[in-house]
Antibody, heavy 118, light 108 residues
Framework: QVQLVQSGSELRKPGASVKVSCKAS????????INWVRQAPGQGLEWMGW????????TYAQGFTGRFVFSLDTSISTAYLQISSLKADDSAVYYC???????????WGQGTLVTVSS | DIQLTQSPSFLSASVGDRVTITCRAS??????LAWYQQEPGKAPKLLIY???TLQSGVPSRFSGSGSGTEFTLTISSLQPEDFATYYC??????????FGPGTKLDIK
């Protein structure tokens, strides 16, 4: 079954870090890039960037540089999003999504809720 | 930076209605545009890519058109499961992409 399965909800205090995983199955992981998308509560989709699963090169959207890091473990077909120095406004659902042939995201994970609260 | 705007932001319609959502780009993006549907509490789903190509498995009542700066998503006959939020996304500015702000489609 072709799918992306993300790790479960996380609760962190301000200043802490979190690492969200996105495990791919049913297709060749290195054939397609992985995008990351943020959705704050009640808000729209915000494209964070993507990681090339062949070259491991990451591209970050404006506003997602510095504290946000994409990484891979290709041996287990898994992509990661790490966020450091968490702030309250990082509270959101984070989605991973596979890049299709025309760059559109054709396969999405179920989303991971990250809550930052003291 | 290319900005995307969507109109309307909110739309109320009835089952069986034909609806059109517009996405406008601040500069030309050729046909590098996709449309997604997001139901409440769920992940987005790709509907249309390359402005007018229907993603596999998506019902034919969905269609997309346009190029350059103006694009439309049309649902020919609304079904109950179509009440959701719709987003456009542009890919012209590779490797940086952006989403539109979304259009929420509600039942009238």
């Amino acid at each position: 079954q072709v799918q992306l399965v993300q790790s479960g909800s996380e609760l962190r205090k301000p200043g802490a870090s979190v690492k969200v995983s996105c495990k791919a199955s049913g297709y060749s992981f290195t054939d397609s890039a992985i995008n990351w998308v943020r959705q704050a509560p009640g808000q729209g989709l915000e494209w964070m960037g993507w990681i090339n699963t062949n070259t491991v090169k990451s591209t970050y959207a404006q506003g997602f540089t510095g504290r946000f890091v994409f990484s891979l473990d290709t041996s287990i077909s898994t992509a990661y999003l790490q966020i450091s120095s968490l702030k309250a406004d990082d509270s959101a659902v984070y989605y991973c999504a596979r890049e299709g042939a025309t760059a559109a995201a054709d396969l999405w994970g179920q989303g991971t809720l990250v809550t930052v609260s003291s | 930076d290319i900005q995307l705007t969507q109109s309307p932001s909110f739309l109320s319609a009835s089952v069986g209605d034909r609806v059109t959502i517009t996405c406008r780009a601040s500069q030309g993006i050729s046909s590098y545009l996709a449309w997604y549907q997001q139901e409440p509490g769920k992940a987005p789903k790709l509907l249309i890519y390359a402005a007018s190509t229907l993603q596999s498995g998506v019902p034919s009542r969905f269609s997309g058109s346009g190029s350059g700066t103006e694009f439309t998503l049309t649902i020919s006959s609304l079904q109950p499961e179509d009440f959701a939020t719709y987003y456009c996304q542009q890919f012209n500015t590779y490797p940086l992409f952006t989403f539109g702000p979304g259009t929420k489609l509600d039942i009238k």
